[in-house]
């Protein structure tokens, strides 16, 4: 049997403030390099086992992408197993219930909270009262996946009490509230695993023990200088993230991407509420302008361009018929407009022809002819002279 381990030793993190581990690390550790390469489809282990040694929470978001992508996972057939040996905190505690069984050590503590945001040291009263609601709405969704999970032990006054501030749970307690399946005991830890079975990419071991070759550990060093050099490369300070609403194809509603650009790309996160703290179920997704995406892990793996239009229906092309009628008869028209037009002309120059010593052509304004030359003579002649005096 194939069983992907994942250790959770520091905190749930994100680019933007907690260091630790993240969707991509989880989902690395259990597809291997199709997490990596999308051209590769995804080749998931029988087993994944989460082990909690010492990890304090962190990155809501980062959480919740984890959790779902565990729950996909687990619907899809794998089974999901959740060890907690040292501190299980925060918004741990919600990865830890995507499991699909959860065992606890008796040396081993369990932390709830309610969320926290920093909302800076000169917020206004506005600024608190909008992060009072949105860490009202966190608290709402953490609240009902721990109601989900526990089977029905915990009620909500019971997780509203746990998270009105830090509650520290044991084994014992944490068993009673549902949070775990049982006490870790000898007999439940997990059987070991032939040698070369255990898919442990963190640490690739030498390539006879991972059945791996030369040139797949040259492409995952690869992969990671890429990532390293994306990661540091200069950020553009003016682009900020903007909440694309993307309309879906009927009455299935919008989704919303998290994206810096004008238009969807693939690694955008796609998330079902407004305020992107739900990710978008793994799946295909039918645009409204005919488009699809797929979505994996909460983000665009890949997106299909819009099929062919059909071919017209039997009103469409009676209308554009109908339309090209239409347009030929302005033609036609216009036509006989200008075949008249032109007539007309014609017919004054042939008028113009029929007056002695005329060519048919309009005289230009000042030119002397032999007619009027005549007439400005005869008009002078009866013209008396006036003579000019000078001093």
């Not at 099929?307 to 339309?323: C, I, K, M, W």
């Amino acid at each position: 049997m194939r069983v992907a381990k994942v250790n959770f030793l520091d905190s749930i993190g994100c680019a933007d403030f907690f260091y630790g581990t993240t969707l991509q690390d989880v989902r690395y550790a259990v597809e291997g390099y199709s997490a990596f390469e999308g051209g590769e489809a995804a080749k998931y282990p029988e087993s994944v086992e989460l082990y909690f040694w010492k990890c304090y929470g962190g990155d809501v978001y980062e959480g919740y992408a984890i959790y779902n992508y565990l729950r996909e996972l687990s619907k899809q057939g794998v089974t999901v197993k959740c060890y907690i040996h040292g501190l299980c905190a925060s918004i741990a505690v919600l990865v830890a219930l995507a499991a699909d069984e959860i065992y606890m050590a008796d040396a081993a503590l369990l932390m709830t909270h309610a969320p926290m945001v920093d909302t800076g040291v000169f917020a206004n009263a506005a600024d608190h009262r909008e992060a009072a609601a949105f860490l009202d709405k966190i608290t709402a969704q953490i609240t009902s996946r721990y109601l989900a999970r526990t089977g029905g032990k915990l009620t909500p006054e019971m997780a509203a009490e746990l998270l009105t501030r830090e509650t520290y749970l044991s084994a014992d307690e944490a068993l009673a509230l549902g949070f775990v399946t049982a006490k870790l005991t000898d007999d439940l830890l997990p059987a070991p695993v032939g040698e070369g079975k255990v898919l442990n990419y963190f640490k690739p071991q030498t390539p006879q023990n991972m059945a791996i070759t030369a040139a797949d550990e040259t492409r995952l060093v690869d992969k990671f200088i890429n990532a390293a050099k994306n990661y540091f490369a200069p950020k553009n300070e003016e682009a900020a993230p903007t909440n694309l609403t993307v309309a879906l194809e009927g009455e299935a509603g919008n989704i919303y991407v998290d994206t810096t650009a004008d238009d969807l790309a693939q690694g955008d996160m796609v998330y079902t509420d407004e305020a992107l703290t739900l990710a978008a179920a793994d799946g295909n997704y039918t645009l409204a302008d005919a488009r699809s995406i797929t979505v994996a892990a909460g983000a665009i793996e890949s997106i299909t361009s819009a099929s062919n239009s059909a071919a017209p229906g039997a009103d469409e092309l009676a209308a554009a018929n109908s339309r090209n009628a239409e347009l030929e008869a302005q033609v036609a028209a216009l036509t006989a407009e200008r075949d008249g037009a032109t007539n007309s002309v014609r017919n004054l120059q042939n008028r113009l022809k029929a007056v002695p010593g005329s060519t048919g052509n309009p005289t230009p304004a000042g030119t002397q002819t032999p007619a009027n030359k005549a007439a400005a003579g005869a008009a002078a002649a009866t013209t008396p002279r006036l003579n000019v005096v000078r001093r």
